[in-house]
T-cell receptor
Framework: GQQLNQSPQSMFIQEGEDVSMNCTSS?????WLWYKQDPGEGPVLLIA?????ELTSNGRLTAQFGITRKDSFLNISASIPSDVGIYFC????????????????FGKGTKLSVKP | DAMVIQNPRYQVTQFGKPVTLSCSQT?????MYWYQQKSSQAPKLLFH???????NEADTPDNFQSRRPNTSFCFLDIRSPGLGDAAMYLC???????????FGPGTRLTVT
């Protein structure tokens, strides 16, 4: 079945640094979703991407839908302590008709922590 | 604000004692989902309802059941919780399948 591979698995940030993470698949997607989960809370939708090449921002967050439709990137500029958490990419698989259908597939997440 | 609400946020139950978790939504979405999430893992889908049409994942244990009495509410019943069922349980909704999902804050289940 379709899988989403996220990298890096974990990373440490220092306040003020820019952060980049990505999500790749061997299959194409029509939609890419980025969620953030704080400890003890449910995932919160950050950005949704619907078109190849699309670049969308949400405050200090910017995400891109890769041209090949097999990857997506999330960048965080000028990180702050509250950016720590787990970031998940997700997307609905593509059915035989080429449309998005079925339930979301999730990556395993990228864990952001503060540098000691 | 439209939202997904889960109660309780924390639930402690004894080994083998049935427990019910609840979820409600004010988004008027057609689809509701239940996920199980264990530490540092991605959410794992247990069931979903498209309106009243119930669908469980092939690997969801028989110990887990769900009810959706109306559009707004959905329940997760664990008939005989084992120690391995301790986890965060997340409810989510979406307008349709294949669309973005909105999650509730989760219920942390502890089994003693």
């Amino acid at each position: 079945g379709q899988q989403l591979n996220q990298s890096p698995q974990s990373m440490f940030i220092q306040e003020g640094e820019d952060v980049s993470m990505n999500c790749t698949s061997s299959s194409i997607f029509n939609t890419w979703l980025w969620y953030k989960q704080d400890p003890g809370e449910g995932p919160v939708l950050l950005i949704a991407l619907y078109k190849a090449g699309e670049l969308t921002s949400n405050g200090r967050l910017t995400a891109q839908f890769g041209i090949t439709r097999k990857d997506s990137f999330l960048n965080i500029s000028a990180s702050i302590p509250s950016d720590v958490g787990i970031y998940f990419c997700a997307g609905p698989p593509i059915g035989a008709d080429g449309g998005s259908q079925g339930n979301l597939i999730f990556g395993k997440g990228t864990k952001l922590s503060v540098k000691p | 604000d439209a939202m997904v609400i889960q109660n309780p946020r924390y639930q402690v139950t004894q080994f083998g004692k049935p427990v019910t978790l609840s979820c409600s939504q004010t988004l008027n979405h057609n689809v509701m989902y239940w996920y199980q999430q264990k530490s540092s893992q991605a959410p794992k889908l247990l069931f979903h309802y498209y309106d009243k049409d119930f669908n469980n994942e092939a690997d969801t244990p028989d110990n887990f059941q769900s009810r959706r009495p109306n559009t707004s509410f959905c329940f997760l019943d664990i008939r005989s919780p084992g120690l391995g069922d301790a986890a965060m349980y997340l409810c989510a909704t979406s307008r349709r399948q294949g669309y973005e999902q909105y999650f509730g804050p989760g219920t942390r289940l502890t089994v003693t």
